[in-house]
């Protein structure tokens, strides 16, 4: 897939790269100067399916770009653009109208965070009855036990049966996860036929093969491989640490050999005020034996 939707101002690959990238970098250059100088943007928020500015305030525009009607920021507009090319093969079906098409089939969905717009999105527009979330609080819990009233799971080793999720959805979750690998065998496992993982994950899109930066030795230590590295978590003042950076090569074939399919998307739009050249969001397919049934695309 490759196109460019000028009326919206999208541009959306899948990615290779073996191949040359469509990307526009002098726009994409010359719109985020734009936005930050002025410190904000205008167009739709496909969290919310209503126009929006976006302030921008940061030059880490993937993290940043942030919608006023929703509060999301580009990252998290990037995975409904995911859960929309799983449904519709088309990344331009806003979050509202995607969570319809889920709604009306009962499709479970089980989304790796509590405390994000993101989540309030989805909780308000599915089912409760359809819907898992959870945090992971530390290996004192086992998968499954509440803290307080919010699920703990491990995704190195969830408390879910087989083959259960039509949908799960993670934000820049795995490269915390010290054992990623198992990580996404556990999600291939308790994903059901015909259902997709949608993700994202930071990324070395050329690089040959994954960076470990950090692993858990036999007696429970941490070697460091590289600079420590620690993202923000609201759970955990002190960040969360990064065991990996992840490689498209490497990546894709991990999957394949669990005999899913993993496709690597860049997205960029100025409408959709997802910005910057780093915008990508992954969407891992499980086949069920026949043609998967495809949704008809509304916006």
Same mark, same amino acid.
């Given at each position: 897939?490759?196109?460019?939707?000028?009326?919206?101002?999208?541009?959306c690959e899948d990615f290779s790269p073996a191949r040359p990238s469509g990307f526009d970098a002098e726009l994409d250059q010359?719109?985020?100067?734009?936005?930050?100088?002025?410190?904000?943007?205008?167009?739709?928020?496909?969290?919310?399916?209503?126009?929006?500015?976006?302030?921008?305030?940061?030059?880490?525009?993937?993290?940043?770009?942030?919608?006023?009607?929703?509060?999301?920021?580009?990252?998290?507009?990037?995975?409904?653009?995911?859960?929309?090319?799983?449904?519709?093969?088309?990344?331009?079906?806003?979050?509202?109208a995607s969570a319809e098409v889920i709604n009306a089939r009962r499709s479970r969905v089980f989304l790796t965070e509590t405390?994000?717009?993101?989540? +309030?999105? $989805?909780? #308000?527009?599915?089912?409760? =009855?359809? /819907?898992?979330?959870?945090? %992971?609080? *530390? !290996?004192?819990?086992?998968?499954?036990?509440?803290?307080?009233?919010?699920?703990?799971?491990?995704?190195?080793?969830?408390?879910?049966?087989?083959?259960?999720?039509?949908?799960?959805?993670?934000?820049?979750?795995?490269?915390?996860?010290?054992?990623?690998?198992?990580?996404?065998?556990?999600?291939?496992?308790?994903?059901?036929?015909?259902?997709?993982?949608?993700?994202?994950?930071?990324?070395?899109?050329?690089?040959?093969?994954?960076?470990?930066? +950090?692993? $858990?030795? #036999?007696?429970?230590?941490? =070697?460091? /491989?590289?600079?420590?590295? %620690?993202? *923000? !978590?609201?759970?955990?003042?002190?960040?969360?640490?990064?065991?990996?950076?992840?490689?498209?090569?490497?990546?894709?074939?991990?999957?394949?050999?669990?005999?899913?399919?993993?496709?690597?998307?860049?997205?960029?739009?100025?409408?959709?005020?997802?910005?910057?050249?780093?915008?990508?969001?992954?969407?891992?397919?499980?086949?069920?034996?026949?043609?998967?049934?495809?949704?008809?695309?509304?916006?």
């Open positions: 897939m490759s196109f460019v939707s000028g009326e919206s101002a999208f541009f010359a719109v985020s100067t734009y936005g930050l100088d002025r410190g904000s943007l205008t167009g739709y928020c496909n969290v919310s399916g209503h126009p929006a500015t976006f302030a921008i305030t940061d030059p880490n525009l993937r993290e940043n770009v942030m919608a006023d009607v929703s509060g999301t920021g580009a990252r998290h507009r990037l995975l409904a653009c995911g859960l929309s090319l799983a449904l519709f093969d088309t990344p331009l079906v806003s979050l509202p405390t994000t717009p993101f989540h +309030a999105a $989805v909780v #308000a527009l599915l089912a409760p =009855e359809i /819907l898992t979330t959870s945090e %992971y609080f *530390g !290996d004192q819990y086992a998968s499954g036990d509440y803290v307080g009233d919010i699920r703990h799971e491990d995704l190195q080793q969830t408390s879910f049966p087989d083959e259960y999720f039509d949908f799960v959805i993670t934000s820049d979750v795995m490269e915390h996860v010290p054992d990623a690998i198992a990580a996404e065998r556990e999600i291939v496992r308790i994903l059901s036929p015909g259902g997709a993982y949608c993700f994202t994950v930071p990324l070395l899109a050329y690089a040959e093969a994954d960076m470990i930066a +950090a692993r $858990v030795l #036999a007696d429970g230590s941490i =070697e460091y /491989l590289e600079e420590p590295m %620690y993202h *923000g !978590d609201p759970l955990r003042p002190e960040g969360a640490l990064v065991f990996r950076l992840f490689s498209v090569n490497e990546m894709t074939a991990r999957f394949a050999a669990l005999g899913v399919t993993c496709t690597t998307y860049r997205i960029w739009s100025k409408s959709y005020g997802i910005l910057g050249p780093g915008c990508w969001v992954h969407v891992v397919r499980k086949p069920n034996g026949r043609a998967v049934e495809r949704a008809s695309a509304r916006v």
